[in-house]
């Protein structure tokens, strides 16, 4: 048959390509994600929909009996109508678990409570404001009766909450399946001439639940082997004997970053020679950090910031990396400042330098005895802080290119490459009915929840929709 077939000459239109606007969702369809640019383009969206829709006051008892915290705050309100100085309170710090079920936090005046995320979020449907007592918000209410700084839950042991303070050289582990007021064990620092002062922040590895870190006021960060002793197996040293306010450890458990109060970074590597040797031989050993880096010296390196502000060393509240780009370190400094260091190259990236507090009239010196605590969303590489000067928290697009606009190298003549057309990328400010202290994220879903100046925990997400037949209205939750 092929030879009564004629072949037919192809036309020079035929040979020229057809060109077609790639369809953005196809590569959606085909691997069942969302591309992380595509993520960064309607990011904006999803900061703009953010807004408070639950406060909870801290209103506890025990035993029948206020707590300190619930006694403090209406202490507190009764020296607001006498004008005088308000007494120390306040959330000082606050994280949920790995899986978003439980959500921990402690207060200053020493109370631990353990929240049932789910059922805190479904009473925000409820009511916008609780000022009601009530022990049902809560699984674990218990009170220390000393001050609580840090709050962590143990990643290879999701049973288990850790939690110290800078007035305390030891840390307390609690085991949330027992109803119990007494911690299940005590790890303690050993005495040294500084012995007074107390530990500033804790970390867990995410494969081994007897191994634990914790830094100090005198800048070490000691490292406890459970199964050997109630004492710190290794020592990580700094140059200086000041406090260390925040560390982190790598994804991989190979690296731990830390920062503190003269603004300096530090990282060591866990990997290898001495200090490898110390978790088989749990022997106190010393050991200095790899890279100690001046992040003033970073900021100066940014030619518009420095023509624009005086660069100086600022005291460090935290340390973060960003669970979607895990060479993002976040920072954030005591005068509001927050950032990204690139620990590739170790650059500083990204910048957000908020208003001083003096330029809207506001008073910053009542928060020198917090140390702020931000928290990354688990996608889109958006960073919430607490605003050092205003009641509410700054959502910060920190993505890892130049479209960002707190990236160093930002052209506000750049447009989107994406499906989402002209739309701009800007940082957000979501008012709140209270001042921030912490900021805890959802692993899964991104709701926040903030732990206030007043002990209050903030639900911040998107407002909840009644619908009512093919129509669906925003169900307001009250007034921000």
Known sequence: MDRYVVPLQPSRDSLRPIRRHRWKRSAIELNGRFESRYRHDISGLLMQSYSEIGAFAHLYHINGV??????????????????????????????????????????????????????????????????????????????????????????????????????????????????????????????????????????????????????????????????????????????????????????????IFGAGKLGVMYMWDLRGGRTSAAFQSHKEVYHPPLASIKLASMLEKIEPLKAQADIISKEIHSVDLDPSCPYQLAFHLDDGWSGVLDIHNFQVTHIHCPPPAWLNGSNSSADVSYVRKPSWLPTYSIYAVGSSSDNGIHLLDFYP????????????DMQSLSGVKNQSKQNMFVPLSEGVTACATHPLNGTIIAGTKQSSLLVISQRHKSCQGDHCQSKEEGPL
Request: aromatic content about 6%.
């Open 66 to 255: 206020q707590c300190q915290t619930h006694m403090n705050r209406i202490a507190n309100g009764m020296y607001m109508d006498l004008q005088v100085p308000i007494r120390k309170q306040g959330i000082s710090a606050l994280e949920f678990d790995s899986k978003g079920i439980y959500l921990a936090s402690v207060t200053k005046l020493g109370c631990l409570t353990v929240h049932d995320f789910e059922s805190l979020y479904c009473q925000t449907i409820e009511i916008s404001t609780c000022l009601e007592e009530g022990e049902t918000r809560h699984l674990l209410h218990l009170s220390t009766d000393h001050q609580l700084d840090v709050v962590r839950w143990n990643l290879a042991n999701q049973d288990e909450v850790a939690c110290t303070s800078m007035k305390s050289n030891e840390v307390l582990i609690f085991d949330v399946g027992y109803i119990s007021s007494e911690p299940v064990e005590v790890l303690q620092k050993r005495h040294t001439i500084n012995a007074h002062k107390g530990l500033s922040d804790i970390a867990f590895t995410s494969t081994d639940d007897s191994r634990l870190f914790a830094s100090d006021m005198c800048g070490v960060i000691h490292l406890w082997d459970r199964r050997a002793s109630d004492f710190p197996c290794l020592e990580l040293t700094t140059n200086s004997r000041t406090a260390l306010n925040s560390i982190q450890l790598n994804e991989e458990n190979q690296i």
């Open 401 to 412: 290119d130049s479209s960002s606009p707190c990236h160093v190298e930002y052209s506000e």
